[in-house]
C-alpha cells in the first residue's frame, strides 16, 4: 500500500516563505509525476504545479515565486512557495503518479496541509 504524506503548512506572514514536503511510502519503483494542487474556502480545487520528465508547469498566478521538485531516490515531492501572499491560502495537496511493480502506475493523494498567508 502506498501513502502520499504532507509536512510543511504553516501559518506566515505575506511575504514570507514556506516549503511543502509529500513524502512516499510503501513499494514504490518510482515516482513518474508529482503535483500540487490547492483549495480555498469556496473555491474549486485548482492545480498550482506539475512536475513530469523533467518539465514543470505552474498556475499562471504563482509563476516566479513557487518551484516544484521531485527526488526520486527520496521519493518526494517539494513546492518551495517564496514571497507568499493571502490569496495563496489554501489547503494544500500533493498528487503523485507512482510506479510499483505490483500495482502498476497509480495516482495517489496526500491528506491535505493547510496553508495561511496574513496580510
Known amino acids: 500500500q502506498v501513502q502520499l504524506e504532507e509536512f510543511g503548512g504553516g501559518l506566515v506572514q505575506a511575504g514570507g516563505s514556506l516549503r511543502l514536503s509529500c513524502a512516499a511510502s510503501g513499494n514504490i519503483v518510482v515516482i513518474n509525476s508529482g503535483a500540487w494542487y490547492r483549495q480555498a474556502p469556496g473555491k474549486e480545487r485548482e492545480l498550482v504545479a506539475s512536475v513530469s520528465g523533467g518539465r514543470t508547469n505552474y498556475l499562471d498566478s504563482v509563476k516566479g515565486r513557487f518551484t516544484i521538485s521531485k527526488d526520486n531516490p527520496k521519493n518526494t515531492v517539494a513546492l518551495q512557495m517564496n514571497n507568499l501572499k493571502p490569496e495563496d491560502t489554501a489547503v494544500y495537496y500533493c498528487?503523485?503518479?507512482?510506479?510499483?511493480?505490483?500495482?502498476?502506475?497509480?495516482?495517489?493523494w496526500g491528506q491535505g496541509t493547510q496553508v495561511t498567508v496574513s496580510s
Open positions: 498528487q503523485a503518479n507512482v510506479y510499483g511493480y505490483s500495482f502498476g502506475s497509480v495516482d495517489f
